[in-house]
């Protein structure tokens, strides 16, 4: 009767963009209302992080940090919704969504802490509405329901949001988390920024639906496909779901698509074995930042100079950051213990005095 087919369900799911690849404007009543320095901010948060990335990957490499999780490429998804939020909004990352968390307030020299491992690096300050990203796959989108619930019932006019990959909505923590928001109409984001592969398994043979934002339909929620190179239509589908919530619309999945150019992980990851050289390139075509510079650049918003302060800029605050990281104090083992109890249970009492006097040699 009123039924739609899958084929019909898959069309509804068209890809939302707002700029092409050559910096055009493609989807002129959708712009954003953003000033001439919120455009020329965003564009600063893209190539700062840009080097951020490319100077972690160098220390990583020297052995100066542990975990990391390269962004190149995904700026825009990151950064364009992010910029979207209101400080109060509670962010829930994954494991690569570092610069989300750092420009909501997390200390950069925080964010390198949290990659070698140190307890300090999850100490997140007061006033600021992150949590430390989750490691297993998946695991934050639960949890941004209940935070999501947790806002509505205080009354509070605020959203959780939260990142995963397409790898990320092949778990099952994905599809509870966006059935329960959806079941108790809780103000939450679900972003799935869909880079192709959750390591090296292509979101094809993850599942067998033509897009992830189709997945919203199941949960009876909103579901959204956007360009997500596209930071202005990154921004603009990430403010609009934010007012949806707000407006007790219901929470929203958002799928961006977008490409990381770098390895999974530097943890020995090969991007060369599971993708090809004409892959690499078609996406480069579409990179956030050349895209995006192009038009800032035609409306006499940036410039080469402007550019390269803002690149000196950030390897000015990693160098700093950096030093900072290293001049905290060593990780002991006394310190994990004492943070995880409030009272020491009786066998951890005994190995404390144990690791106490070690550490006092």
Not at 30 to 43: I, V
Not at 104 to 113: E, M
Not at 181 to 191: C, D, H, M, R
Not at 337 to 357: G, H, R, S, T, V
Request: hydrophobic share 35%; net charge negative.
């Amino acid at each position: 009767m009123g039924t739609k087919t899958l084929s019909q369900i898959e069309e509804e799911f068209e890809t939302f963009q707002i700029l092409n690849e050559e910096g055009e404007i493609v989807n002129k009543d959708a712009m954003p209302d953003l000033s001439d320095e919120d455009l020329q901010e965003l564009m600063t948060r893209m190539v700062y992080t840009r080097i951020w990335d490319q100077r972690a990957i160098s220390l990583n490499r020297q052995g100066r940090l542990g975990f990391y999780a390269p962004v190149a490429g995904q700026e825009a998804s990151m950064l364009g919704s992010q910029y979207a939020l209101d400080k109060e909004d509670f962010i829930l990352p994954g494991y690569r969504d570092v610069p989300q968390i750092v420009y909501h307030g997390l200390p950069l020299y925080q964010a390198f802490l949290f990659s070698r491992g140190h307890f300090q690096g999850n100490q997140v300050p007061e006033g600021v509405n992150v949590i430390a990203p989750q490691i297993i796959i998946g695991a934050q989108i639960t949890q941004t329901a209940g935070v999501a619930l947790g806002l509505k019932k205080r009354g509070k006019k605020n959203v959780a949001i939260t990142y995963t990959g397409d790898g990320g909505a092949s778990q099952g923590d994905f599809y509870e988390g966006i059935n329960f928001a959806g079941a108790f109409n809780a103000p939450a984001l679900f972003v799935v920024q869909n880079n192709r592969f959750a390591i090296s398994v292509p979101v094809e043979k993850q599942s067998a639906a033509k897009t992830i934002a189709q997945k919203a339909v199941a949960a009876g929620i909103h579901g959204v496909q956007v360009d997500g190179m596209d930071v202005l239509a990154v921004y603009a589908v990430t403010k609009q779901a934010r007012e949806r919530a707000l407006n007790e619309e219901g929470p929203s999945l958002i799928e961006t698509l977008t490409y990381r150019y770098g390895p999974h992980t530097m943890a020995g990851d090969d991007p060369t074995r599971y993708r090809t050289e004409d892959m690499d390139n078609e996406w480069e075509k579409k990179d956030p930042l050349v895209r995006f510079r192009k038009f800032l650049e035609g409306k006499d918003l940036w410039s080469e100079d402007k550019e390269n302060e803002v690149v000196e800029k950030a390897k000015e605050d990693i160098k700093a950051a950096i030093k900072k990281a290293d001049d905290a104090p060593k990780q002991k083992v006394t310190d994990l213990i004492d943070i995880m109890y409030e009272e020491l249970p009786k066998n951890l009492q005994e190995q404390m005095e144990e690791y106490k006097e070690k550490e006092s040699k």
